[in-house]
Nanobody, 121 residues
Framework: QVQLVESGGGLVQAGGSLRLSCAASGIIFKINLMGWYRQAPGKQRELVASVTSGSSTNYADSVKGRFTISRDNAQNTVYLQMNSLKPEDTAVYYC???????????????WGQGTQVTVSS
């Protein structure tokens, strides 16, 4: 079927940078929206950033000016460049993509397994 595989998480000091990657593979006809969500302990999952197939982007207010989302449509990959990281950015980051698996199927949301980002103060 479809798999989303994330990479790039880790431990970084406040003010540092990380780059997350997420590659979609499997039976894919078309991908629409791709994005990153995060979930901190005891909190709900929230949207961090998203990008359409036409490269229109959307960001949470808390990350505007610090994070940049991009995608490579040929590689079915989405990236999240995170700069000026803060301790409050600590969370598990999940990749999501709205994918059609055939020309007659509807878009369905798929999720990655999550990658931990920890920002120390």
């Amino acid at each position: 079927q479809v798999q989303l595989v994330e990479s790039g998480g880790g431990l970084v000091q406040a003010g540092g940078s990380l780059r997350l990657s997420c590659a979609a593979s499997g039976i894919i006809f078309k991908i629409n929206l791709m994005g990153w969500y995060r979930q901190a302990p005891g909190k709900q999952r929230e949207l961090v950033a998203s990008v359409t197939s036409g490269s229109s982007t959307n960001y949470a207010d808390s990350v505007k000016g610090r994070f940049t989302i991009s995608r490579d449509n040929a590689q079915n990959t989405v990236y999240l460049q995170m700069n000026s990281l803060k301790p409050e950015d600590t969370a598990v980051y999940y990749c999501a993509a709205d994918i059609m698996v055939s020309a007659v199927a509807s878009f369905r949301r798929f999720w990655g397994q999550g990658t931990q980002v920890t920002v120390s103060s």
